[in-house]
């Protein structure tokens, strides 16, 4: 089935021959549910009617292509409106569940004062640690650690991470905290001084992620 400038075109080229003196013709572009006629006489243009053919052909070929083109458009905006909605109201989705899960964080840790003092007790515990391990006095920071991760203080911070973590991020740097809490507590024990380093660092790189992921930045003092 020819496309609606080629059906034109056709017409044109079978037409019988025209007088170049008074002869007129229809220029006709067809469009769904729609066709466009303008009348031209061969006498204004002043050329041949074989130049008239081939002029007429291009005309209705880039006439058709215009509305062509300028109907498809319609539609291509009004796709792009629709798909553009849909991604706003996709955003607002996840702008208020953000929200939610913020509004709801907020109202643990506020409910939360007791854990977060158990917290605000480990970074100061962990700061003692860092100062004697940093002057290579390995006894004193024996005397704040402990023998072992069985601690109240350890025992108490478990209870604050456990409360306060609400994804596997956090619970990953909660293990992560307590496995370095433990080679720290052991290189302290042996007098291991560079050992002792690392796994200080180690500690408190864990804890300061899982406090950031946790939104308790603001709550702790010295970290």
């Given amino acids: 089935m020819a496309t609606p400038f080629l059906s034109t075109a056709n017409t044109f080229l ?10 007129s013709s229809l220029l006709c572009l067809q469009k769904p549910h729609q066709t466009l006629c303008k009348a031209f006489s061969t006498e204004s243009l002043s050329i041949s009617p074989s130049e008239i053919t081939k002029r007429s052909l291009s005309i209705s070929f880039i006439t058709g292509l215009v509305f062509t083109l300028a109907g498809n458009g319609g539609h291509v905006d009004a796709n792009a409106a629709i798909l553009e909605a849909d ?3 996709e955003l607002m989705e996840k702008v208020k569940k953000d929200r939610k899960k913020r509004l709801e964080r907020q ?27 940093d002057n290579k006095d390995l006894s004193t920071a024996s005397s704040v650690l402990g023998g072992s991760t ?9 209870i ?13 740097e909660v293990d992560a905290f307590n496995s370095s809490l433990a080679s720290l507590i052991s290189s ?16 408190a790189s864990a804890l300061e992620k899982w406090t950031s992921l946790a939104g308790l930045v603001e709550k702790l003092k010295g970290l």
């Fill in 188 to 203: 302290v024990t042996k007098n291991d001084i560079e050992s002792s380093k690392i796994a200080f660092v180690a500690s």
């Fill in 87 to 89: 991604d706003d109201e």
């Fill in 150 to 158: 069985d601690t109240d203080w350890v025992q108490r911070a478990n």
């Fill in 107 to 133: 109202g643990v840790i506020n409910s939360s004062k007791q854990e977060t003092g158990y917290l605000q007790d480990l970074v100061f515990k962990l700061s003692k640690v860092g100062q004697a391990i």
């Fill in 160 to 172: 604050a991470f456990a409360k306060l973590s609400s994804g596997p991020e956090e619970k990953t």
């Fill in 14 to 23: 079978s037409s019988t021959t025209l007088s170049s003196s008074s002869s």
